[in-house]
DNA sequence: TATGAATGAGCTTTCATTCAT
DNA sequence: TATGAATGAAAGCTCATTCAT
């Protein structure tokens, strides 16, 4: 019998498998959203079986939950910085407020596929048996949080403000990605924070 | 043996129907978005066959360019005479663009499943092959121009503030929904216009 | 394109195709019992597709629910008239007792698929979440009851008899098909009713 | 950092980890017979991976093998005693085949998983494909020469007895299972036998 | 205006097994 | 003495769709 195009079975190491195969899962994801993404396809387009995958996240549920772990770290470590460069403290001048947000924004404009990701999953996951509402739910409480202890020196209403931040954020976001990102994105954010945290006259 | 026990069969009017099919789908669809949501459900939930739903639709892309046809009517209807009650042009006064928009808010606050479905489908749809890509694309950016249009004469930059209003609906809707409808969306968009369209000094 | 032997699809009678799949189910249970057994290979025997037979009874537990009613009418059907042939009632004498017991006898011995099937899925059925635990609970209870009453008149321990006879039948029968039926099993039933039920000295 | 929750890795002993496999495989198979359970799960209540298993059997078949030779090694250390005390010679008096017969329901009435294990093989094994067919062919047919042999002096059909004999011992285990254990099978068992071996008039 | 039978493709998941470590 | 990665096959089931009635 004729060998005809067995791929030859690469054993890869654990921590670079499940690596690989979350990075395709968010190409996946991103495109069809939980329900509409297969873990079929998913095995196919990283050239393994689905037992393959299985064997590594357990579950689609699983692979979903482990996802958005690693996303977890790396948005932390990416983040966290920006938000308290020298002290961690958060910062409250509206300069540090401008530089912040305009570091995410740049930061975003360059992994338009996590934007996506996070548009999709975040929508869906509104419905509470979603495998991902829980997640969803307590990330952007945490976000407006953040972002109220930020501009509440600033501002009279610091969780008004925080809801119109994070509210541009993933409109803006989603108006460039319909756009096929014709438009410069962090640009749109300036003018648009200008207007949240106007300038001291 | 008679055939005693058989569903009421409503052999229903034909518009009837496939108004009543259409507003289950759209609770469906919320809830999982097109790759998720499955016409077996939607039949067991109207309580007719798979096949009684694809005969009204034809297939499943064709119900949801039925259902969106229907959506599109049903908010042209609402928010054109918001738009322009007496003479049908675009407003120009910041006092007409707050009442404009706000009327649009509050309608929206009072059929949160629509603005579910939207959300979900609007979201999807930013991938090109989306049956609901062209929809979508097309709805905004005829949105954008109206309110484009509509703050031309109060803001000096009216395309990004158009972006920014629209960006601030689909997200405080958002936070909205997510956060169970436990704040006043309408209260919060005030506070957000009142931002981008400030009062003249 | 050619049209490499596609069945014909053929086109059946609901009950028709029903007692067709059921049949075909008997031997596929008798050979692997419920666990063993899959619908696939039974699809394949009966010449459709899986979802061909999920179209017909919903599960793979709902064609075992299906398949024991429609056993169940059947015995129902041949064993009733036996044991009470003019006036349906529970008989008493010794002689109408060994007839009826010879009667079940000899029919089962001609259907021994019936027997295997139901020795294995009587086995499975012990353990209480077997689908059919309830079914074989209930079942020889009630055997064991009409049993109990019919030689109530003619020993002095009714109910171990009737625990005998039982466990008579059954044991007898399964070293038939073990042995591949090269024994007269009625001739050995025989043998051995006589030991439970003496003949008045 | 330290690998602090691995479990205890039980590095057992050869013979010692196969026969704690072995026991597990007893409440599995008897819970589903062969076809029915699977050694990955098996593999899980023993706490090790499925290739572990398949490490000290080789296979699933192997592992039911192995599974009988113990069972018949332990079956034959409690049972030959009993069959011949002193002088290793089958029993032939009414008396000791009473205690004999006695004695070996007493001991299965004191392991019903094995009595369930027993009852769910040796019904799966009548096919003829069945990897335990052979087993339980030569074991029945050496059980009835054994009973046969023991009634030879007191009878005039011994096999019939012998038959008869086999077939209420299981007959009346299968009906003290599907009941859960509520009579008292030991007694039940000497009103059955007290009929097959009538005492000398 | 719908249903009912049937399908082909796909889904998630489990299975027994192999092989290198 | 075991594990870990990976697989091919199959499981039960759902999906959108077709077609005759």
Redesign the interface.
């Known amino acids: 019998m004729l060998d005809v195009e067995t791929a030859p079975r690469s054993r890869m190491n654990k921590d670079l498998r499940r690596e690989a195969i979350l990075t395709e899962a968010i190409r996946a994801l991103s ?7 297969s873990i079929n396809e998913l095995a196919r387009r990283c050239g393994l079986t689905t037992a393959g995958i299985l064997h590594h996240f357990g579950s689609k549920q699983g692979l979903l939950i482990a996802l958005l772990d690693m996303r977890d770290r790396l948005d932390q470590q990416a983040i966290l910085p920006l938000l308290a460069p020298e002290d961690r403290r958060v910062p409250s001048t509206r300069d540090s407020c401008l530089t912040t947000l305009r570091a995410i924004m740049a930061r975003n404009a360059e992994q338009p596929e996590i934007i ?1 990701l996070y ?2 999953l ?6 509470p048996d979603h495998p991902a509402f829980t997640f ?2 307590t990330r ?1 409480m945490a976000v ?1 949080n953040v972002f109220r202890d930020m501009v509440s020196d600033l501002v009279p ?1 610091p969780l ?1 403000t925080a ?2 931040i ?7 976001e ?2 460039w ?2 756009e096929s990102r014709i438009f410069d994105l962090v640009a ?1 954010w300036d ?2 924070i200008s ?2 945290l ?1 300038p001291p006259s």
Chains 1, 2, 3, 4 share one sequence.
């Open positions: 495109e069809k959203g939980y329900h509409g993404f996506r548009a999709i975040r929508t869906e996951a509104v419905v969803f739910r952007e407006l209403d008004s809801r119109q994070l509210a541009l954020i993933g409109g803006l989603m108006q990605l319909r749109e003018s648009a207007k949240i106007p």
